[in-house]
């Protein structure tokens, strides 16, 4: 297992894949190494679920780490396609958060989920003397809809063009210029460039608008192990070959000036709000336009091919081998921040 962030494949399929409790016929898809999400069979229609913990970094202001929070977990289930339209959540809220703070990050999410149609159904809400910030709680995402309106995880296939939207770590960027912008020591001009990347943190709409303009074969948004982990895990799910054009991999602004200060790669950095989108080639100026209608940064970065013989699939940027990150490198960025801080 990685020291931080997410497992591995060799975790999970070791360790997780073989306990998964009782075998259900109604478990139309299951749990498996770099899926978002889950489908479970009710009455012939599909119930698309994903859990994910809750953050709320109070440096981020609590309004916008609310919307940052709940776009996440929103996420996992609209690239399925299907809207979320139901949530459950549990905050274990640390000592220190005041009622009038946790009033703010309430009525944020609720005002966010009635914009978005999603129904809180359940949860639980207390406070514990162990928990701090920013990891205060998890939640499950729900959404319903029927089988074939899924956009399966593994679902690319030979041919089809892969978008991506926003850029590579516009998440970790955007939050490291936000939390620590004097230990950045970078002008003034570079922090306010990097600090505005966390507008574009958010990418549930963008996932629906993708899917409604289709035909959108998969969809993998950027979160842990940034692009190439992406990349790499839809590529593996589908048994095929992603071959990109790192030229037209859009970089937004701030971004490579910070990555290249704390010597990090911005491929294997978290992205959330950017989404690696595979389409059907009949469809890609529709999927492009619609993005775009939204003021999206949406680019063509590449295509599917069939893998060669005795290749499960895998990733070639300008013709050489992209490997999964096994740790996203904004981890240990954040922790010499923060020593630096102190």
Known sequence: ???????????????????LGAE???????????????????????LVTATDPVSIPPALGLERAA???????LADVAVSGIPPSHLSICFTLPEAMSDEAFGTVWETIHEECADLGV????????????????????????????????????????GDR???TTGPAVESVGLLSTLFPEELELPDGVITDAQERLEEVHCVRDALTAAAAGPVRAMHD???????????????????????????????????????????????????????IAVDPAGVDAVREALEDRGTVVADIGRVEASSDGDEGGVLADGERLE??????????YAKLADRRT
């Open 1 to 19: 297992m990685s020291d931080l962030g997410k497992i591995d494949r060799q975790f999970f399929e070791s360790r997780i894949a073989p306990n």
């Open 24 to 46: 259900r016929d109604d478990v139309a898809l299951g749990p498996s190494h770099g899926v978002d999400f889950g489908v479970i069979d009710v009455g012939g229609r599909a």
């Open 67 to 73: 919307r940052f929070a709940l776009d996440l977990i």
């Open 119 to 158: 129904a809180v159904v359940t949860g639980h809400t207390a406070r514990y003397s162990d928990p701090s910030h920013p990891w205060i709680g998890a939640a499950t995402a729900m959404g319903v809809g029927d089988h074939a309106a899924i956009v399966r995880p593994d679902g690319a296939r030979e």
């Open 162 to 164: 892969l978008l991506l």
């Open 222 to 276: 950027v979160t842990e192990g940034g692009l190439a982990g992406a990349l790499n895990e839809m590529a593996t799910g589908a048994g095929a070959r992603f071959e990109i054009d790192r030229a037209a991999v859009p970089i937004r602004p701030g971004v490579a000036e910070v990555c290249a200060h704390l010597e990090i790669d911005p491929w294997a950095a978290t992205s959330c709000g950017s989404l690696v």
């Open 324 to 333: 999964h990150p096994r740790v996203d490198p904004s981890w240990d960025a």
